[in-house]
Each structure stands twice: as C-alpha cells, then as structure tokens.
T-cell receptor
Framework: QSALTQPASVSGSPGQSITISCTGT?????????VSWYQQHPGKAPKVMIY???NRPSGVSDRFSGSKSGNTASLSISGLQAEDEADYYC??????????FGGGTKLTVL | EVQLVESGGGLVKPGGSLRLSCTAS????????MHWVRQAPGKGLEWVSA????????YYADSLRGRFTISRDNAKNSLYLQMNSLRVEDTGIYYC????????????????WGQGTLVIISS
C-alpha cells in the first residue's frame, strides 16, 4: 500500500496560517476516522498533534487543528511561530488492518 | 516518569538478523498496545508493527510480514522486534511507541515514544 500523499514543503511567515494536506484513498482516509498528525523536530522523536481527524491531545496548542473532507485530511496551524518549524506527518488506519504514514511535509517559518 | 528505551541496534551485514528491545518504565506496561515505527536516514516515518496489550493481536506492515516478528514480555516490561533476512533498505532509526490508554490500538494516537535505536545494514 502506498504512503499517503503530502506536499514536500510548505512555508509561512510568523503570525500567518498554513494548511498541510494528506491525500489517501477509500481504503484509509476516506473510510476511517483514525487519522493522526505528528510533529517531528530534527533529531527528535515524533509528537502527536492531532488524533482521530480533529482531536487535540492535552498540552497541544489550540493553534493546531485537523479536519477531513473526502479523501483528504488537513492540518492547519494558525498564528505561526518559529517553534512550529518542523516536519509533519499524517497517518491513517487502513482496511488491511495496518497503519500508514504520509511522506512528510517540511514546514519552514520564514 | 513514563519512559521507553530502545536498545539492540547496530551494524549488521545484509542477510543477517537483529533483535531490538524496548524497555518500559513509569507505567503499567501490560495495559498498553505497543508499536514499532522506523525512519530511514533523511526519510519519512514508516509503520512497522503493532501488538495488543496482552500480545494476542499482532499486526505488520504488508512489506515486512514474514521477516520481522514483534513480541512482548509483560513480566519484564519489554517489547521486542526480531528482524531476519535484513536488507540495506532496513537501515534506519527504530522507535517504539505507546498507544494512549483505551485508544484503538491501530488508531495512531501515540502518546509516548522512545528515543530510537539505529540499525545499519551494510556489507
């Protein structure tokens, strides 16, 4: 099964808002609510930012939000801050009873 | 403090085997589903395998099934990954990760990760 499709990079200026897309298929994103988003800074382990499409774990800033429409899930970050610069990955449960990740998106805060 | 510590990584020749371990502390290990996730150098995350809290249910990435075996010993608070017939493309950092308590075990809601152990497959 191929990885979920994410843009390789996105960028924004401090204070702006950005959205990262994650495109899947009827075998994963379309059908299941188990879409998560992770933030990974260089040399660090990933951190979950959104789970089950739009739920935010405690401790994660409310500047982060998630949504889904059809075969595309999205992560939005408002009020961009320098510390948001990182790699972001989406994941989804699949009909093969597996978990699949997106290829990752590098967020640059200009 | 909730902690996961991986070990067992190293340099292995193609075709060789390696057993990774993940030792848990600071929480009731037997109550949590656990996963292995890997990351090739400079590349993205790749899900490897998962095991339910009791060990009764096991899941693998389609591309790895048959070469890798996940297991756990709840008495030792430990998770394992036996990797056989290793290939150059198996090179990377291997993370163990915990699924949040009571969450769907393949839901991707990881609330704790280890620091990773580096596996290098090279002749």
């Amino acid at each position: 099964q191929s990885a979920l499709t994410q843009p390789a990079s996105v960028s924004g200026s401090p204070g702006q808002s950005i959205t990262i897309s994650c495109t899947g298929t009827s075998s994963d994103v379309v059908t299941y609510k188990y879409v998560s988003w992770y933030q990974q800074h260089p040399g660090k382990a990933p951190k979950v930012m959104i789970y089950e499409v739009s739920n935010r774990p405690s401790g994660v800033s409310d500047r982060f939000s998630g949504s889904k429409s059809g075969n595309t899930a999205s992560l939005s970050i408002s009020g961009l801050q320098a510390e948001d610069e990182a790699d972001y990955y989406c994941s989804s449960y699949t009909s093969n009873t597996t978990l699949i990740f997106g290829g990752g998106t590098k967020l640059t805060v200009l | 403090e909730v902690q996961l510590v991986e070990s067992g990584g190293g340099l292995v020749k193609p075709g060789g085997s390696l057993r990774l371990s993940c030792t848990a502390s600071g929480f009731t290990f037997r109550s949590y589903a656990m996963h292995w996730v890997r990351q090739a150098p400079g590349k993205g995350l790749e899900w490897v395998s998962a095991i339910s809290s009791s060990g009764a249910y096991i899941y693998y990435a389609d591309s790895l099934r048959g070469r890798f075996t996940i297991s756990r010993d709840n008495a030792k608070n430990s998770l394992y990954l036996q990797m056989n017939s290793l290939r150059v493309e198996d090179t990377g950092i291997y993370y163990c990760a915990r699924i949040k308590y009571s969450a769907f075990e393949l839901g991707g809601d990881f609330d704790c990760w280890g620091q990773g152990t580096l596996v290098i497959i090279s002749s």
